[in-house]
């Protein structure tokens, strides 16, 4: 089992900043990928960016430039910094790991809203 637990959504105005942090805890397979999803209302979730243990990411095209992913293995958490944030950057934002032996694990997720 893979736990995760996630901290710092919240309400923002557009064009301002927030950090999202995500703790992973359980079972954790030194290969694994983690990251962040994202759901706003009636919509399907998406992803919004990704990083592996070895360091490589993935961002969905609408946040490159605005967010950065990064990881700490050792400590086991990864973190999205979201800046320039905008009205459709609102959704629930999930946690995700992944690894081939655990396959696919999430958060409970935290709200992100801008607005003004």
């Known amino acids: 089992q893979v736990q995760l637990v996630e901290s710092g959504g919240g309400l923002v105005q557009p064009g301002g900043s927030l950090r999202l942090s995500c703790a992973a805890s359980?079972?954790?397979?030194?290969?694994?990928?983690m990251g962040w999803y994202r759901q706003a209302p009636g919509k399907q979730r998406e992803l919004v960016a990704t990083m592996t243990s070895g360091g490589s990411t993935t961002y969905t095209d609408s946040v490159k430039g605005r967010f950065t992913i990064s990881r700490d293995n050792a400590r086991k958490t990864v973190d999205l910094q979201m800046n320039s944030l905008k009205p459709e950057d609102t959704a629930v934002y999930y946690c995700?790991?992944?690894?081939?032996?655990?396959?696919?694990?999430w958060g409970q997720g935290t709200q992100v809203t801008v607005s003004s």
């Open positions: 995700w790991y992944w690894s081939a032996d655990r396959g696919n694990y």
């Open positions: 359980g079972s954790i397979f030194s290969r694994n990928n």
